[in-house]
């Protein structure tokens, strides 16, 4: 994918379209966009009433996602079912079906999570847009599991944080990991969670909430 956002050409916009399309690496019309400028120039450049058409990505999330995930799972001869949902800011990616389930699941999901990088950094690198887009990758086989194992880490270290009235500190996660304990522990009323840190992969930190009275006393 080329760092320049738009793809300029004139004159013939059905050849331009295709041209635009070669230029930016995908296979759908739908994700070319174009604007058009008549000439004025009667003796070099443009000539009156001729058009120039400048051509740029769709800026839409999930039509960008789609066009990636089938080149990915084309490229790679899986075959997948999938959903796509935007939600604040963030694409979450459902795989509801795959011709190798096994292989989002092996190594405690390390496909879905590069996948989810890799999205994110595509998504934020063609897009115009003023704050960052997220992504979030899901799978049916993997995710079920995944999530309990977090949710056990999260309720281990609210434990930790609510015996030593101190902060407990989890190990790196990816952002779809940390969304999910965050998410676990949002109406909690004992503890509260932060990532810290910088890059991808960050940490969170539980810590215990001081309540007054007989309540900072309760067992947990």
């Known amino acids: 994918m080329s760092d320049r956002k738009v793809f300029t050409a004139s004159r013939d916009f059905e050849k331009g379209l295709d041209e635009a399309m070669k230029f930016f690496k995908v296979n759908n019309k739908e994700l070319i966009e174009h604007r058009a400028t008549e000439g004025k120039k009667t003796l070099f450049g443009l000539k009156k009433g001729e058009m120039e058409f400048e051509f740029f990505l769709a800026n839409d999330p999930l039509l960008l996602t789609d066009e990636f995930l089938n080149t990915l799972f084309e490229k790679s001869g899986i075959k997948t079912e999938t959903s796509l949902e935007l939600?604040?800011?963030?694409v979450i990616v459902a795989i509801k079906k795959s011709s190798d389930d096994k292989l989002f699941a092996d190594?405690?999901?390390?496909?879905?999570?590069?996948?989810?990088?890799c999205l994110k950094i595509y998504l934020n690198k063609v897009m115009r847009c003023d704050s960052p887009i997220r992504a979030r990758v899901?799978?049916?086989t993997f995710s079920s599991e995944h999530e309990a194992q977090l949710h056990d880490l999260a309720l281990k270290k609210k434990k930790q944080a609510l015996n030593n009235q101190a902060d407990a500190i989890i190990k790196p996660l990816s952002p779809s990991d940390r969304y999910i304990i965050h998410q676990f522990l949002d109406k909690d009323p004992q503890v509260t969670t932060v990532s810290i840190g910088e890059g991808?992969?960050?940490r969170i930190k539980v810590s215990p909430?001081?309540?007054e009275g007989d309540d900072a006393n309760e067992d947990f």
């Open 138 to 140: 899901e799978s049916e």
């Open 200 to 202: 991808h992969f960050k």
């Open 209 to 211: 909430i001081i309540l």
């Open 87 to 90: 939600k604040n800011n963030t």
């Open 107 to 117: 190594n405690d999901g390390e496909l879905i999570k590069s996948i989810e990088h």
